[in-house]
Structures are given as structure tokens and as C-alpha cells.
């Protein structure tokens, strides 16, 4: 036990929650930045099996934050390079790489068995997507971080999902390939989704669920407030290609000469022009890369019958 005699000499975990983080099972969606704080603190400690979700691969780009990857890795699946690096690092935690990317289909299976969802994808389109699963039904706890700003929160389970505590999009939305991120801002936010999922899994009062921690690195504030209560609301939910049926009306939102998929639309649109677009009675399904644009579109219209389709990388780094 000497991995471990200073983490059960802390009084509020002891032994006894140290059992507990033993036979845990967690889900991490995202093995990029956020997983790079995430992942060393969960294995350190020696949770007992880690379900790993990502289809990426290391870039160079990465690796300024992603500090679980080397330069030998590019190239190599992001899952597999940091499934090898924890064990190393610890190998009584059992870590299940699954290259794949996160959709509408496959959440239920890959949420199976877990006691808690870490979304470390800082995905639009992913946190939505678990949102949704887990509801009432599983605890989730979610960051984003874009340029010197981040948040972590604990949702779903007993508390407001992440839906209910944030139902609109805000005005302007960043990402990391448009707008930059610094490498120790993402650090400090795995840090505490790493502590919120040590303290809920360990049982360590109070809970992190129905909390919600804000980080402004240029001012080096920390905010938050709690949500013990947030009504559930409804709105269009995200589906998977294969779920499309053949009455689905396609609005395809992405550019002419835009990468991805082809999809079999019946028409083009933009976020601006949506509201002069002809729709049926029929479900209208709206697609682009991330969600977002099929999101902004969908605010914009009053047809009762909306699924949004995200057609491009779903788990985190475009780049």
C-alpha cells in the first residue's frame, strides 16, 4: 500500500474510499488535452478501469498541451499512445483504448457498465450528446476550456443535466482552431474535473454534482456557482447518420467545397438564409462538421419536427 499511503492519509478519502476508487469504472470521452491532466490523477490513484474514447491521432499541433504524448507518438491513435503511457504509470488501473468517435448510436454501449462519464472532449456537439444519455440516469462531468478560459462542471445523476443548465448556445461561440488555447489553462481545468471525479467516485463531501467551476487565466479568477435545481427542457437532440430515415427532409448547412462525409440532402442552406429554406411536415434533419450550425439553425426555425446531425469530428482537436 505505499503507492497509495498518502492519498488514504487524507482524512476525508481514508481507506475506505480508497476501496471505492479500486473498483470504480469510468468513461472518459477525449484523449486530448483535457485528458492529459485527467488521466495521470485517475490512474494515480488508482482507479480501477478506464474506458478511453477518441478516433484521433497525435499531431504536432497537440502536443504543446497534450502532455501525455511525446514526438514519437504523432501519427499513432491518441487512445492507444495514452492507454501505454498509464500503464506505465500505473498498472493495477486497467485502461480500455476504443478508437471511435462518439455518436447517438454507440453512447448507450459505451456508457455500459461505467459509474461515472468524464467529457474531456470539449465538444459542442459530444457534451450534448452525453448530456442527453445520462440525464437522470448517470453522473457526468464536463469541461471546456477555449483560449484563457474554461469551466468544469458535475451533471446529470442527481443533478440538472448539462442541457437544463445551459439550454442556449451564448452569442459567440470559440474553439481552439480559431481562437487559441494555452496549454496550463487546460491543465488547471483537468485538475479539478480529475479532483470533482476523485471526490464523486470516493464519496468525499460535498458533491461536485450540481457544481459549476469557472476559470479566467487573465485575471487568474476562479467563479462558479451551484445548480441544485434547473427545469429539463426540450429541444432538438443530436442523431446518428445511421439513424436517418428515408422521410427525413436533409438540410445540409456545410459549404459547397467544405470536407466530410456526403450526405444525401435535399437541400442547402446557411445559418442566415434557414428561415427562407421551403420545409415539409416531415422531420427536418440539419447537418454540418460539429453541430453547431445545424444548433443555430434550428433556433431560428419554429418546425416542430428538428434533429440535428454532426457530420465531422465529434471529440475534440479539428486539427
Known amino acids: 500500500m505505499s503507492r497509495y499511503a498518502r492519498q488514504i492519509a487524507v482524512p476525508e478519502l481514508g481507506?475506505?474510499?480508497?476501496?471505492?476508487?479500486?473498483?470504480?469504472?469510468?468513461?472518459?470521452?477525449?484523449?486530448?488535452?483535457?485528458?492529459?491532466?485527467?488521466l495521470p490523477y485517475l490512474v494515480g490513484a488508482g482507479i480501477g478501469r478506464i474506458r478511453l474514447v477518441d478516433p484521433d491521432v497525435v499531431s504536432e499541433s497537440n502536443l504543446h498541451?497534450?502532455?501525455?504524448?511525446?514526438?514519437?507518438?504523432?501519427?499513432?491513435?491518441k487512445v492507444h499512445a495514452a492507454a501505454a503511457r498509464m500503464a506505465a504509470l500505473n498498472p493495477?488501473?486497467?485502461?480500455?483504448?476504443?478508437?471511435?468517435?462518439?455518436?447517438?448510436?454507440?453512447?448507450?454501449?459505451?456508457?455500459?457498465?461505467?459509474?461515472?462519464?468524464l467529457d474531456c472532449a470539449d465538444s459542442f456537439a459530444a457534451s450534448y450528446i452525453l448530456s442527453d444519455h445520462c440525464a437522470a440516469s448517470m453522473p457526468l462531468i464536463s469541461a471546456s476550456v477555449v483560449g484563457t478560459d474554461g469551466y468544469v462542471g458535475g451533471f446529470?445523476?442527481?443533478?440538472?443535466?448539462?442541457?437544463?443548465?445551459?439550454?442556449?448556445?451564448?452569442?459567440?461561440?470559440?474553439?481552439?482552431?480559431?481562437?487559441?488555447?494555452?496549454g496550463p489553462v487546460v491543465g488547471?481545468?483537468?485538475?479539478?474535473?480529475?479532483?470533482?471525479?476523485?471526490?464523486?467516485?470516493?464519496?468525499?463531501?460535498?458533491?461536485?454534482?450540481?457544481?459549476?467551476?469557472?476559470?479566467?487565466?487573465?485575471?487568474?479568477?476562479?467563479?462558479?456557482?451551484?445548480?441544485?435545481?434547473?427545469?429539463?427542457?426540450?429541444?432538438?437532440?443530436?442523431?446518428?447518420?445511421e439513424d436517418l430515415q428515408p422521410t427525413d427532409h436533409i438540410i445540409d448547412l456545410r459549404e459547397v467545397d467544405e470536407p466530410g462525409p456526403p450526405l444525401a440532402a435535399q437541400a442547402r442552406a446557411t445559418v442566415d438564409t434557414i428561415t427562407r429554406t421551403p420545409l415539409p411536415d416531415t422531420r427536418v434533419v440539419l447537418a454540418c462538421r460539429s453541430g453547431l450550425r445545424a444548433w443555430l439553425a434550428a433556433e431560428r426555425l419554429t418546425h416542430s419536427n428538428l434533429a440535428l446531425l454532426a457530420l465531422g469530428d465529434m471529440t475534440g482537436d479539428p486539427s
Open 156 to 182: 446529470c445523476g442527481p443533478a440538472p443535466s448539462l442541457r437544463a443548465v445551459f439550454p442556449d448556445l451564448p452569442m459567440q461561440m470559440g474553439s481552439c482552431e480559431v481562437n487559441g488555447v494555452l
Open 65 to 77: 498541451r497534450q502532455t501525455h504524448f511525446a514526438m514519437a507518438d504523432i501519427g499513432q491513435p
Open 188 to 241: 488547471v481545468l483537468a485538475s479539478l474535473q480529475a479532483q470533482m471525479a476523485v471526490a464523486h467516485l470516493a464519496g468525499v463531501g460535498p458533491s461536485p454534482l450540481g457544481q459549476l467551476v469557472t476559470f479566467d487565466a487573465r485575471g487568474f479568477r476562479f467563479g462558479g456557482f451551484r445548480f441544485d435545481t434547473a427545469p429539463e427542457v426540450t429541444g432538438p437532440r443530436f442523431i446518428a447518420p
Open 92 to 117: 493495477d488501473c486497467k485502461v480500455e483504448p476504443v478508437r471511435a468517435a462518439l455518436t447517438p448510436a454507440n453512447v448507450a454501449d459505451l456508457c455500459d457498465g461505467m459509474a461515472l462519464v
Open 15 to 38: 481507506a475506505h474510499g480508497h476501496a471505492k476508487l479500486r473498483v470504480a469504472q469510468v468513461l472518459v470521452v477525449g484523449a486530448g488535452g483535457l485528458a492529459a491532466g485527467v
